[in-house]
């Protein structure tokens, strides 16, 4: 039986990793991009492509108070997930 309930660890790990491009936050890690920020990308509407897929999978792990799956690979990972 596949367990379609455990998160995509290369997604999570991305977060530690990918730099935000452009913008107010630009070169901040996705992991690290305020909440504010992020309900604002909500609002507007998420980037295309893979930075819109982190953003809103940031956004949805802040939204649904689950930090401490990041601050968890944050500790496991300290250097990034490189």
Known sequence: MENNA????TVLLALLTYR????KYKD???ADL????LEWFERKGFPAGKLGM?????YEIRLNDLMFVIDGLKKRYPNGAG
């Open 6 to 9: 455990l998160p995509d660890t």
């Open 20 to 23: 935000m491009p452009f913008g």
């Open 28 to 30: 901040w890690l996705i």
């Open 34 to 37: 305020p909440v504010s920020y």
């Open 54 to 58: 982190l953003l809103s999978t940031m």
